[in-house]
T-cell receptor
Framework: DARVTQTPRDKVTEMGQEVTMRCQPI?????VFWYRQTMMQGLELLAYFRNRAPLDDSGMPKDRFSAEMPDATLATLKIQPSEPRDSAVYFC????????????FGPGTRLLVL | GENVEQHPSTLSVQEGDSAVIKCTYSDSASNYFPWYKQELGKGPQLIIDIRSNVGEKKDQRIAVTLNKTAKHFSLHITETQPEDSAVYFC????????????FGAGTQVVVTP
């Protein structure tokens, strides 16, 4: 049963620290999405990639967030420095690309910045 | 850009009854409409989707209908069970983008035994 995996599942850190979240998309999928979910804002798209190339990261605060895909099996989302307002659940989703809009979500990383 | 509105925000039903969630979208070029179910502490799970060339799609107890003219689509859950309790999200594809989706705000469904 192919699934998107994310690590860590939970992260507690102090303000100012660097946070790195990792995602392994479903093997063979060529689109990868990063979302942030909060009670107030719902699901927000931060960035997405196709064939490892960034297509859109306009939803991401550029001064502190960065997203990369060093290879086809790994996507990373980094926050440096982290702030309390970054506390949220971060989801990665991947899609097969053929039906390009179909997305399958990972279990998420719950981030708490103190 | 695309805007998706979802109603109701909460829905309480008795076990065995039907539940209906409705979404409207603004971009007539949208052509893909998935529904996701999110249980507490988990990621959204795709449960059914429909494309604009189809008016209705059914999978066991869940069905989705699409009215392109009115730009709305609905999720129907029949014979609800306690395990159907979750937050449900609708979404619509954003035209001229590679795979981006616009999500609704979500509906908290509670099925009481």
């Amino acid at each position: 049963d192919a699934r998107v995996t994310q690590t860590p599942r939970d992260k507690v850190t102090e303000m100012g620290q660097e946070v790195t979240m990792r995602c392994q998309p479903i093997l063979g999928h060529n689109t990868v999405f990063w979302y942030r979910q909060t009670m107030m804002q719902g699901l927000e798209l931060l960035a997405y990639f196709r064939n490892r190339a960034p297509l859109d990261d306009s939803g991401m605060p550029k001064d502190r967030f960065s997203a990369e895909m060093p290879d086809a099996t790994l996507a990373t989302l980094k926050i440096q420095p982290s702030e309390p307002r970054d506390s949220a659940v971060y989801f990665c989703a991947s899609g097969p690309g053929l039906n390009k809009e179909t997305q399958y979500f990972g279990p998420g990383t719950r981030l708490l910045v103190l | 850009g695309e805007n998706v509105e979802q109603h109701p925000s909460t829905l309480s039903v008795q076990e065995g009854d039907s539940a209906v969630i409705k979404c409207t979208y603004s971009d007539s070029a949208s052509n893909y409409f998935p529904w996701y179910k999110q249980e507490l502490g988990k990621g959204p799970q795709l449960i059914i989707d429909i494309r604009s060339n189809v008016g209705e799609k059914k999978d066991q107890r869940i069905a989705v209908t699409l009215n392109k003219t009115a730009k709305h689509f609905s999720l129907h859950i029949t014979e609800t069970q306690p395990e159907d309790s979750a937050v449900y999200f609708c979404a619509a594809s954003i035209s001229d983008s590679w795979g981006k989706l616009q999500f609704g705000a979500g509906t908290q469904v509670v099925v009481t035994p």
